[in-house]
C-alpha cells in the first residue's frame, strides 16, 4: 500500500534522498544485513510520517475540489 507522507524536515528529505526512492520501479537485493537494517529503519521512519488512510483520503478530496 503507497504510503503518503507530509515532510518538510531535514529528516524526511534525508530519508527520501537515501536511495529508497530509485528503488520503487523495479527490484531491490540486498545481502548485507547492515543495509537490510537501514532500510527497515528508513521504511519504520516513513510509517511514522505517513498519514492515516482518513487522512490521505481528505487530503485528496481537498486537492481534487480544489480547497
Known amino acids: ?6 515532510s518538510t524536515s531535514a529528516v524526511g528529505a534525508s530519508i527520501l534522498g537515501s ?4 528503488a ?3 527490484e531491490l537485493f540486498l545481502e548485507s544485513p547492515a543495509e537490510i537494517d537501514r532500510l527497515n529503519a528508513v521504511y ?4 511514522t510520517l505517513s498519514m492515516s488512510p ?3 483520503v481528505k487530503l485528496i478530496k481537498e486537492h481534487a ?3
Open 19 to 22: 536511495g529508497l526512492g530509485s
Open 54 to 56: 482518513a487522512e490521505s
Open 1 to 6: 500500500m503507497p504510503l503518503i507522507a507530509r
Open 44 to 47: 519504520d521512519h516513513l510509517r
Open 65 to 67: 475540489s480544489g480547497t
Open 24 to 26: 520503487s520501479a523495479g
